[in-house]
């Protein structure tokens, strides 16, 4: 299978107040480089501050890189080229609740992508959003509905469905599952593993619970300090973990593959 | 001797349309020295019961309980203001977000030293500040902060999250309680910080004999520090047992299918395979259910169900279900597996 994302030799350093002939610099991001095939989950784990959401910022375009490409599909991603990006590779937060418009019904919510980036008529938008709303587990009439009518489970779809409607190769799921009550999370699980499934979705996971890690993925790569310290199939990494942090992170889960 | 004893314990709200029962009978009991899990999720009343049992909850709120017994002495016949010096005395409680209980304006070692008692201090008043200091600096070492004089003199936005978690428990410490409500403790922490502190609580436990009632919203999280477990769904009682009864043998259908939903616990699955799940969303306190409240989502709910099944006890496993699953049926069904204690 082709590589659908490939991300070389990825930085981000931030300048800090200096004098002006010792300038600091602050390296969030180490050089970093993965591909990423269709329909393969790659899962980064680490500690806060480890660089993981730096990194998902840079890949979807709300940060520019110091340093390093990002190709999709063989093509480079211009750092500004927006419209694309958009497209291909969309994100999912963690607190889906906070990520809508309450002001806007979901019908205007998932109205916003497809204005801004497809030439769709008003009718064929409107179908596209109830088969969306309907590929997530809602009801086509659901869209008439504000934000605060839903519970956070069924937020957390719509902020999905906003996220497939574009038909993206690349998902960014930034925590997605960490704040969702674990009947809801499972349910989710299956959702997106049945999405990638039917669609080809490629999905990077950022996540705290190795247990969903082991589960979801089957790549991954462990961060500390903005670099990669592990990375590999996520079966023989769990199995067998080298690094002290990956160590660390397994201990105080009390986690042990057999 | 059973330190806390509850029996049917109701929680109602005034609403405008009525009063609405948030939390429908539910009953917990915890011993002396014991760690006991209080699992349930969002909406399930968990944090309103422990509310309720320190005694903290607005007016608008109604509790009603047909035994509420604190060391053998029944709080129902006392007047509030002796229920709350009681409870004060002998209970403390720490919350979920440090950061946004922590007073932002004030030092952590005056937040500290205000909640040493006075009593706790001898000696002439003179002596009083220099003694509150010493004590002070006794509860940091406590909970394991070392660099002292650095933590007193700072602001709580100026410490990490798990060690405003640590100047919480240090707090809750300072009235010696026996009994120590944590309400998500973890909530929000990463793993590393997570596992410090209930190692703490763990500690705590051990080598003061202080109980503790852990509430937490994720049943695989705590399996590991509880030693008995009592889960709640919807404002009504679930499953009561020890951690291995509830984990490894759970009998009601809500508890089985929270067990089979966690990843860390079924660790023999395949990946990228279907998680067991209940169907449905948690039901909102304006629509709940009559009867068993998990009725709409429960894959062997019948028709008795419409009506709200008493608690059938199995060896000091209590379960609060019309068709619980026991032993033999678990073993008819292969796809199934009884889930391994994977964790430990």
Known sequence: MSVLLEVKEISKSYKLKGY??????????????FTIKAKKTLAIVGENGSGKSTLAKILVGAETPTRGKIYLNGQLLQSQSFKQRCQQIRMIFQDSGTTLNPSLTIQQLLDEPLTLNTDLEEKQRRQLIRMTLQKVGLLGDHMNFYPHMFSGGQKQRISLARAIILQPQVIILDEALAALDPSLRSQMINLLLDLQEQM?????????????????????????????????????VMRNPQHKVTQKLMMSQNFKLK | MNLLDIRNLSIELDTPNGRILAVDRVSLSIKEGEIRGLVGESGSGKSLLAQAIIGVLEDKWHVHADRFHWRGIDLLRLSIDERRTLLCRDIAMIFQEPMSCLDPTTLIGAQLSEAIDTS????YFWQRNKQRKKEVIKLLHK??????????????????EAICQRVMIAIALAGRPMLLIADEPTAAMESTNQGQIFRLLANLNQLKNMSILLISHDLENITHWTNTITVMYSGQFVEAGTTEQIFNKPMHPYTRALVDSSTKANLQLPAKSRLMTLPGSIPILQHLPIGCRLGPRCPRAQQTCVSAPKVSNFHGHKVSCHFPILRETVKKQPLKDKPVKGTN
């Open chain 2, 143 to 160: 909970v394991g902060i070392k660099n002292h004089s650095q933590c007193i003199s700072s602001y709580p936005h100026q410490l990490t």
């Open chain 1, 200 to 236: 080809g979705l490629a999905y990077i996971l950022i996540s705290h619970n190795l247990g969903i890690v082991r589960h979801f993925s089957d790549d991954v790569l462990v961060m500390s300090h903005g670099e990669v310290v592990e990375s590999g199939k996520t079966l023989e």
């Open chain 2, 120 to 123: 706790q201090l001898s000696g």
């Open chain 1, 20 to 33: 002006w002939y010792h300038k600091r610099e602050f390296n969030a991001l180490a050089p970093v480089s």
